[in-house]
């Protein structure tokens, strides 16, 4: 694996921005997507008692999964990563608090399109900048682009206190079904278990979407299980993966308001180790 170079956020708001895919191809996030940072860690405002209930009972969503506290002055989370090596040069911004905005150019079009899959069914706000050696072909920057997702993550998400930590979706797509279970432990793990039947979505080489995977949970320290209940086109088969991934996601990082910001293990503390 290269080295490479990143960056940490720092403090600032963001503005409200409607949901959907953002027009432009500047290298940076322009203003209307612009990203705050945040310190390490999650900041988290409870409200009384009565009022959590209720909102908890009114705004389960997923899999049974309350929203984030509406608190407007709570911090979002974000996660941002610059890598650069002599094959690629990635910049990820990740707000996991978003309201699915997706900026994302990768020099792969397909992935692209899986990017704002994950923005959109996830909820967050998505910048993905890169350049890469495509010209060789996209292996470079599949695994690039996925490292530095799963870093920003890692930053987005700090101790990890107060979130649900663990995910379960199963999403269709016409005749394919994938069935995604996640775990935010601090211990990467990945089993895959998909089939699909062509070498090749348009140009994009279908061995890299497990190997994209991978590579995301070795820098975010996830568990990852992913299962192909059915599917015979393989754009239905990655497109519902990466949906049901998006949920699952979504499902874990948002906040559990029984726990009251405490970190959702035995042990008091969720680490790569």
């Known amino acids: 694996m290269t080295t490479a170079r990143f960056v940490s956020p720092s403090l600032s708001r963001m503005s409200p921005s409607p949901a959907g895919r953002v027009s432009g191809s500047s290298w940076l996030p322009r203003a209307e997507v612009a990203f705050p940072a945040r310190p390490r860690g999650l900041s988290l405002h409870l409200r009384p008692p009565a009022m959590a209930s209720a909102a908890a009972a009114a705004s389960a969503a997923g899999n049974g999964s309350p929203s984030a506290p509406e608190d407007s002055t709570a911090l979002s989370r974000i996660g941002e990563v610059k890598r650069v090596t002599k094959e690629t040069n990635v910049h990820v911004k990740i707000n996991l608090d978003g309201t699915g905005v997706a900026d994302c150019s990768t020099g792969i079009p397909f992935l692209d399109h899986m990017l704002d899959q994950l923005a959109s069914h996830g909820l967050f706000d998505v910048c993905v900048k890169a350049k890469g050696d495509t010209h060789i072909d996209d292996h470079h920057s599949n695994e690039d682009i996925a490292l530095a997702i799963g870093t920003a993550l890692l930053e987005a998400l700090g101790d990890r206190k107060g979130i649900n930590r663990f995910g379960h979706f199963t999403a269709p797509l016409d005749e394919a079904a994938v069935e995604v279970i996640l775990d935010l432990s601090g211990r990467?793990?990945?089993?895959?278990?998909?089939?699909?039947?062509?070498?090749?979505?348009?140009?994009?080489?279908?061995?890299?979407?497990?190997?994209?995977?991978?590579?995301?949970?070795?820098?975010?320290?996830?568990?990852?299980?992913?299962?192909?209940?059915?599917?015979?086109?393989?754009?239905?088969?990655?497109?519902?993966?990466?949906?049901?991934?998006?949920?699952?996601?979504?499902?874990?990082?948002?906040?559990?308001?029984?726990?009251?910001?405490?970190?959702?293990?035995?042990?008091?503390?969720l680490s790569r180790s």
């Not at 996601?249 to 009251?260: F, I, N, P, V």
């Open 188 to 269: 990467p793990h990945l089993s895959c278990g998909l089939s699909i039947p062509t070498e090749r979505v348009g140009t994009y080489d279908t061995q890299l979407v497990e190997h994209f995977f991978q590579s995301l949970v070795n820098t975010s320290g996830m568990t990852l299980h992913i299962r192909q209940l059915a599917g015979k086109n393989s754009h239905h088969i990655i497109e519902a993966t990466f949906k049901a991934f998006a949920r699952a996601l979504r499902q874990a990082t948002e906040y559990d308001l029984r726990r009251r910001g405490t970190v959702p293990s035995s042990k008091g503390v």
